[in-house]
């Protein structure tokens, strides 16, 4: 099994997955994004140091991915990721235009051939709101020049991409009413919901996706 958890800044998906990791006696994959020397004068100056950011995260995701996933694959273990390569288009889509925007995807195009899909996407969503509470919460030093525009684009960007008729093994779970970190009921209505949607025993059938306001399908 491989599970890819993904949503914008601060939805909670690395703490999500290293709370799942012990439950699915997985292996994890987590973003490495604090090496990336361009990402505070991204957050200052947005314009003059996109390229430079979407860059180094495209190259730093595609060597992470290339490295770590296909030998945990090979070993038959179950592995769990707090993002997917595609994410990093989600992110150019807004921070890059005209010729540097067209350089990015046919780079994004050559390298994202050679990456394992994952069996299942976690979405989680929450409103602008939410997010911007819970990046204020962290409080990481390069996050606090996040304006609440930004984070509301990116929001919208990800609604988007994730209900494209064409998007396959997506569960969606609703995280605004949730607290999975200091709630053991919720981590649990969330992991039974991940192997209700995989066919995962132990799972209890009958949970009713509004408990958790989530939905699963092919879309």
């Given amino acids: 099994m491989y599970l890819a958890v993904e949503g914008v800044i601060g939805v909670g998906k690395t703490t999500l997955v ?6 699915f006696e997985a292996e994890i994959c987590l973003e490495v994004f604090e090496e990336n020397p361009f990402l505070s004068k991204f957050y200052v100056d947005r314009e003059r140091y996109a390229f430079q950011t979407q860059m180094f ?14 030998g945990v694959l ?3 273990k179950n592995l769990l990721s707090d993002y997917t390569f595609d994410k990093d288009a989600i992110f150019a889509q807004i921070n890059l235009a005209g010729d540097e925007l067209e350089m990015y995807f046919r780079i ?11 069996d299942m996407i976690v ?6 709101d939410v997010l911007m509470s819970r990046i204020a919460r962290r409080d990481r030093p390069y996050e606090r020049n996040m304006e609440w525009e930004y984070i509301d684009q990116l929001n919208r ?4 991409y994730f209900s494209r008729p064409n998007r396959s093994r997506v569960l969606t779970i609703d995280t605004n009413g949730l607290d999975f970190v200091r ?3 919720n981590l649990s209505l969330i992991e039974n919901r991940i192997r209700q949607a995989l066919k995962l025993p132990p799972f ?12 699963v399908g092919n879309d």
């Avoid at 994004?108 to 994952?118: S, T």
């Avoid at 960007?157 to 988007?160: K, L, Q, S």
């Fill in 18 to 23: 290293r709370l799942l990791q012990r439950s």
């Fill in 57 to 70: 995260f495209l190259l730093s995701r595609y060597h992470q991915q290339r490295r770590e996933v296909p």
């Fill in 74 to 76: 090979r070993q038959k």
């Fill in 108 to 118: 994004h195009e050559a390298l994202a051939e050679k990456i394992p899909n994952p």
């Fill in 123 to 128: 979405y989680l969503r929450a409103n602008t």
């Fill in 157 to 160: 960007a990800y609604e988007t």
């Fill in 183 to 185: 709630n053991p009921d």
């Fill in 204 to 215: 209890q059938q009958e949970l009713p996706l509004s408990e958790l306001g989530g939905d």
